[in-house]
């Protein structure tokens, strides 16, 4: 594991070759990862769930999903994913930045359609499943999709670009036909702030009044709102997060547990052991013997 996967909410590496940007593959739940940490990046991404259940929170709902669902999540939108219960999911990760449908200069289709999807300007629901009116065309595009990425006859990207139009226009035209749960954007762009904040200084000591101030919000607000947003209390939330990194730094170095302790916000090592046998049920040292 890089220990900087887990440093950047905002992800900056490049999915898509840059001459055609768009990519495709498949992971597993929980044999590839352990989970997928929320985050956000600037393609557009569809989940394609093709065996077994899972979670998927998108702008911070969580969605139960199974094999069949397919889940559009655009550029920008918080999301991540996780098992249900102890259950394998495996999916197909879609994705492909936006600039591959845009044309130069003026363009009707995305100003007046694909922007204001992309932006949430049009509200649809992130979850597409074997009950929406739409969804067989949907499952049908993407078995096309996946099928000329198999075989890649000559031109297959010009069949791929109109598929994924294709696959557009009916979420746009479908728009409003599901009960849609949302966070204001305001409220979701204070959550990056908090988000980054924690990714860069959790090696630190953060109190609840360095992170209320980088909000600009109260100490009580602050509080209130995080709870509120993200389920749990701010100080789990930062001891859970260290935790994690504490434990991929277990398994891929050879660092001792103390310095693992220090680097990765823990002051105290009994402290420290205390957290990580409340979360993983095990003391750090077991947890990297069992590793092995």
């Given at each position: 594991m890089d220990k900087n996967q887990y440093e950047i909410y905002h992800e900056n590496i490049n999915h898509t070759p840059s001459d055609f940007p768009y990519n495709t593959y498949l992971c597993s739940i929980p044999l590839d990862f352990r989970s997928v940490k929320i985050h956000w990046h600037d393609e557009t991404e569809i989940i394609v769930i093709k065996k077994g259940e899972g979670i998927i929170c998108v702008d911070l709902t969580a969605y139960c999903v199974k094999a069949g669902d397919i889940v559009f999540v655009f550029p920008g939108q918080l999301h991540s994913i996780e098992q249900k219960d102890n259950a394998v999911m495996e999916y197909e990760n879609i994705l492909f930045k936006p600039k591959l449908l845009k044309s130069s200069g003026h363009d009707y289709c995305n100003d007046n359609f694909i922007q204001p999807l992309f932006s949430g300007k049009i509200k649809m629901s992130p979850v597409a499943?074997?009950?929406?009116?739409?969804?067989?065309?949907?499952?049908?595009?993407?078995?096309?999709?996946?099928?000329?990425?198999?075989?890649?006859?000559?031109?297959?990207?010009?069949?791929?670009?109109?598929?994924?139009?294709?696959?557009?226009?009916e979420l746009v035209s479908h728009c409003g036909e599901a009960e849609i749960k949302s966070m204001s954007r305001k409220s979701l762009e204070k959550?990056?702030?908090?988000?980054?904040?924690?990714?860069?200084?959790?090696?630190?000591?953060?109190?609840?009044?360095?992170?209320?101030?980088?909000?600009?919000?109260?100490?009580?607000?602050?509080?209130?709102?995080?709870?509120?947003?993200?389920?749990?209390?701010?100080?789990?939330?930062?001891?859970?997060?260290?935790?994690?990194?504490?434990?991929?730094?277990?398994?891929?170095?050879?660092?001792?547990?103390?310095?693992?302790?220090?680097?990765?916000?823990?002051?105290?090592?009994?402290?420290?052991?205390?957290c990580f046998k409340k979360k993983y049920g095990i003391a750090p040292g077991k947890y990297r013997a069992n590793a092995v």
């Open positions: 499943d074997s009950e929406c009116s739409y969804y067989p065309e949907l499952s049908a595009l993407i078995t096309r999709i996946d099928r000329l990425c198999d075989m890649r006859p000559h031109g297959y990207q010009l069949a791929v670009k109109g598929c994924l139009f294709e696959i557009l226009f959550i990056k702030i908090i988000l980054t904040y924690i990714a860069e200084n959790y090696q630190n000591d953060i109190s609840i009044d360095d992170i209320s101030r980088h909000c600009f919000y109260s100490k009580s607000y602050f509080m209130k709102f995080f709870k509120e947003a993200m389920g749990t209390g701010f100080i789990q939330y930062l001891n859970d997060y260290r935790l994690e990194i504490a434990a991929g730094l277990l398994i891929d170095t050879d660092d001792n547990i103390l310095d693992i302790a220090v680097s990765t916000g823990f002051d105290n090592l009994s402290y420290f052991n205390r």
